[in-house]
């Protein structure tokens, strides 16, 4: 897992990483990133939630995998995401999801969520958020970058919720029904981006 704390991010490997792939714009882009840590560090956990949404909503345009990286499907690093400044839902949920760990928020209590966003006048789109469980048995906050307002799931209900993950496990929907499968096993993109966030710095056990 993620080890959620200080020691768990090599910032000089991170740092030198950032510098060597996309030179002062990846230097800044960490040093915001440590910023938003230091400052979000003693808020509460809905604090760091809303700081968290807000700081990625506010610095990562949305664009298409196509258009970034001409590929149909690429899930980003966070160090990615942010030197870049631009990314699709998989990338900001898979960025927020990792600084929310670094900030001490348990994995247990964050999933990544496949749904299908409902729109007026628009078919079905495929989707991705970050939601918060602040108990187990709770209704989730949504961290969304098409509607960026931190908001519970019951007002949000143009989401439809397929299913959700973390790097522990798989559920149906957003349900307490585990699928009993290594979602890393199930998901090879999901694996490869935790390879690629280990090797860019970050802590993975």
């Not at 029904?177 to 199930?186: L, V």
Request: hydrophobic share 40%.
């Amino acid at each position: 897992m993620f080890v959620a704390t200080a020691d768990g991010t090599n910032w000089r490997r991170l740092e030198s990483v950032a510098r060597m792939r996309y030179g002062d714009t990846g230097s800044a882009s960490v040093e915001a990133w440590r910023e938003l840590l230091a400052n979000a560090s003693t808020s509460t956990e809905r604090g760091q939630l809303r700081a968290v949404n807000d700081f990625f909503n506010g610095r990562v345009s949305w664009t298409t995998d196509e258009a970034l990286f001409g590929q149909a499907d690429y899930w980003a690093t966070p160090l990615e995401t942010l030197a870049l400044g631009a990314g699709d839902c998989e990338d900001f949920s898979i960025a927020k999801y990792v600084t929310l760990l670094e900030l001490g928020i348990p994995a247990h209590a964050l999933r990544l969520v496949y749904v299908k966003a409902i729109r007026p006048g628009l078919a079905p789109q495929a989707h991705m958020v970050l939601a918060w469980y602040e108990t187990p048995g709770s209704s989730p906050m949504i961290l969304d970058n098409i509607n960026t307002l931190l908001l519970p799931a019951e007002q949000r209900g143009d989401l439809k919720p397929v299913f959700s993950f973390n790097h522990m496990d798989l559920w149906l929907g957003t349900g307490e029904k585990r699928s009993g499968s290594n979602p890393r096993a199930r998901m090879a993109r999901w694996q490869q981006v935790l390879n690629r966030t280990q090797a860019d710095g970050m802590t993975i056990k």
